[in-house]
């Protein structure tokens, strides 16, 4: 079925570079192994990688962006793949429309770079993270910014935006935040699976 879904452009340029971001968010959803009774939340989901991948494993998605029309159009793009596992919301990754300690299980995809505050997405994503759920972050490693970034030189006439976060702060607000973190990394990306969130200090 993943085949037929309409890809991006850029994934396009990817593909015929010889990457796949959708396999290697496949892959980490793979090892991340989420609990199948309880839905994924998927967090800026931007062109629905994360949300692909995450449908092909099997899970009922609710997928977010900040941004109403990113929401707008990846629904018209994806509907028929995930009408029936998926629900999309437009909510902000630095405010979670969901209480403390409230969802099992949590991913985000190529995001964190794009956040003008990432440590504070990251706080409220643990946040909001049951005590004994799972966490998978995902975003692209230095060759991965690379690829990219001639792939925007291509397409928009500029290099992609970097962001104020780099994977060792992810690594390292992770390592502090949570007593079990797994690092791995695939030809694009560096993903993250954090689980067993340590108490909140007072």
Same mark, same amino acid.
Request: proline share 3%; hydrophobic share 35%.
């Given at each position: 079925?993943?085949?037929?879904?309409?890809?991006?452009?850029?994934?396009?340029?990817?593909i015929a570079l010889g990457y796949d971001l959708l396999d290697e968010n496949r892959e980490a959803v793979r090892l991340a192994q989420f609990n199948k009774n309880a839905f994924v939340l998927d967090v800026a989901?931007?062109?629905?990688?994360?949300?692909?991948?995450?449908?092909?494993?099997?899970?009922?998605?609710?997928?977010?962006?900040?941004?109403?029309?990113?929401i707008r159009e990846t629904h018209d793009r994806l509907i028929d793949f995930v009408h029936d596992v998926a629900e999309f919301r437009?909510?902000?990754?630095?405010?979670?429309?969901?209480?403390? /300690?409230?969802?099992?299980? !949590? =991913?985000?995809? @190529?995001?964190?770079?794009?956040?003008?505050?990432?440590?504070?997405? #990251? *706080?409220?994503?643990?946040?909001?993270?049951?005590? /004994?759920?799972?966490?998978? !972050? =995902?975003?692209? @490693?230095?060759?991965?910014?690379?690829?990219?970034?001639?792939?925007? #030189? *291509?397409?928009?006439?500029?290099?992609?935006?970097?962001?104020?976060?780099?994977?060792?702060?992810?690594?390292?607000?992770?390592?502090?935040?949570?007593?079990?973190?797994?690092?791995?990394?695939?030809?694009?990306?560096?993903?993250?699976?954090?689980?067993?969130?340590?108490?909140?200090?007072?």
């Open positions: 079925m993943s085949a037929s879904y309409p890809r991006t452009e850029h994934d396009k340029k990817l989901t931007g062109s629905g990688r994360m949300l692909l991948a995450l449908a092909d494993a099997g899970y009922y998605v609710i997928s977010c962006d900040i941004d109403e029309r990113t437009v909510m902000d990754a630095g405010r979670l429309d969901f209480g403390t /300690d409230s969802v099992e299980s !949590i =991913a985000t995809a @190529n995001a964190m770079h794009h956040m003008a505050n990432p440590v504070h997405v #990251l *706080e409220e994503l643990t946040r909001v993270l049951k005590p /004994d759920g799972k966490l998978l !972050i =995902a975003d692209f @490693n230095g060759h991965g910014f690379d690829v990219i970034d001639n792939i925007h #030189l *291509e397409l928009h006439g500029s290099t992609h935006d970097r962001g104020k976060t780099a994977t060792g702060t992810i690594d390292l607000f992770l390592r502090k935040n949570f007593n079990s973190v797994e690092r791995r990394d695939l030809p694009l990306n560096r993903f993250w699976i954090a689980s067993r969130k340590r108490p909140r200090q007072a």
